[in-house]
T-cell receptor, first 113, second 115 residues
Framework: GENVEQHPSTLSVQEGDSAVIKCTYSDSASNYFPWYKQELGKGPQLIIDIRSNVGEKKDQRIAVTLNKTAKHFSLHITETQPEDSAVYFCAASRISGFQKLVFGTGTRLLVSP | EAGVAQSPRYKIIEKRQSVAFWCNPISGHATLYWYQQILGQGPKLLIQFQNNGVVDDSQLPKDRFSAERLKGVDSTLKIQPAKLEDSAVYLC?????????????FGPGTRLTVT
């Protein structure tokens, strides 16, 4: 089955800096890669996703890149703000059939003012 | 639009006791998921329903865990008997259609502590 690895486990940056979180996956058939943000005491919330027919996707200060050959994808957050502090999870699944997300282990991002 | 509702938010039980969690998905969402999130890990899918039918329960420990979704709306997840390693947050999520890529909306979760 699919296995998703995520690094780093913790990331501390200063406000205004950029943050990068990286994930690798094992199943070459996976073709959908969402990123979730989880704040304390809340469930994960989708912030951006990418499909395998696209190499990069941007939404304001966040972007995701995908390298299918190397089987890794990354989340980039620019101009970080204190409210970006949370745990971020990557995930992978196949689009065909019923969607079954396999999550990474999470990255705790701390943005200091 | 109301989000996914879960109750209770917190539960503390002793090992070998039983416990049940309840989930009310977003209105009209056909697909419902139960995840287990152990501290410091990502959510792990336990079971997935399409309407009131099970489409994936391959990671559900069926000797102690059970789930049902009557009438294709609300769902309950039960653990009987509980073990110490069941301590986790149990997340419920729903999405509008199965078999396609649709955003999964998560509830706030139920934090279970087994002592």
């Amino acid at each position: 089955g699919e296995n998703v690895e995520q690094h780093p486990s913790t990331l501390s940056v200063q406000e205004g800096d950029s943050a990068v979180i990286k994930c690798t996956y094992s199943d070459s058939a996976s073709n959908y890669f969402p990123w979730y943000k989880q704040e304390l005491g809340k469930g994960p919330q989708l912030i951006i996703d990418i499909r395998s027919n696209v190499g990069e996707k941007k939404d304001q200060r966040i972007a995701v890149t995908l390298n299918k050959t190397a089987k890794h994808f990354s989340l980039h957050i620019t101009e970080t703000q204190p409210e970006d502090s949370a745990v971020y999870f990557c995930a992978a699944s196949r689009i065909s059939g019923f969607q079954k997300l396999v999550f990474g282990t999470g990255t705790r991002l701390l943005v200091s003012p | 639009e109301a989000g996914v509702a879960q109750s209770p938010r917190y539960k503390i039980i002793e090992k070998r006791q039983s416990v049940a969690f309840w989930c009310n998905p977003i209105s009209g969402h056909a697909t419902l998921y139960w995840y287990q999130q152990i501290l410091g890990q990502g959510p792990k899918l336990l079971i997935q329903f399409q309407n009131n039918g099970v489409v994936d329960d391959s990671q559900l420990p069926k000797d102690r865990f059970s789930a049902e979704r009557l009438k294709g709306v609300d769902s309950t997840l039960k653990i009987q008997p509980a073990k110490l390693e069941d301590s986790a947050v149990y997340l419920c999520a729903s999405s509008s259609l199965g078999g396609q890529i649709n955003e999964q909306y998560f509830g706030p979760g139920t934090r279970l502590t087994v002592t």
